[in-house]
């Protein structure tokens, strides 16, 4: 697939998306938005860049501020949610 990809001779669409980014890795093909951007791995790794490493444990103990609070990030946006999913 990378080789095809590599080559131009498989084109991805942009409203196809790989399944780590639905919840549950599971893709619903009747709806696809159903779970789209919620899987645990962004959860996770959202946490890790915009808040802390240590948010992701179930015990904080992050001592010094994180990328939201020092940026003013008050809530989840699409453009954070797609910087996380395309690093």
């Known amino acids: 697939i990378k080789q095809k990809l590599q080559r131009g001779e498989l084109l991805v669409s942009g409203d196809e998306w790989p399944v780590f980014v639905y919840h549950g890795y599971t893709y619903d093909a ?3 938005w159903n779970g789209a951007f ?5 959860v996770k790794a ?6 802390s ?3 992701v444990d ?3 103990k992050a001592t010094r501020s994180g990328n939201a609070r020092l940026h003013d ?11 996380i999913a395309t690093q």
């Open 46 to 51: 959202f946490k890790f860049v915009f808040t």
């Open 53 to 55: 490493p240590s948010s």
């Open 38 to 42: 919620r899987s645990q791995l962004l």
């Open 30 to 32: 009747e709806d696809p």
């Open 58 to 60: 179930k015990d904080p």
């Open 73 to 83: 990030m008050t809530s989840v946006t699409p453009a954070s949610v797609a910087y």
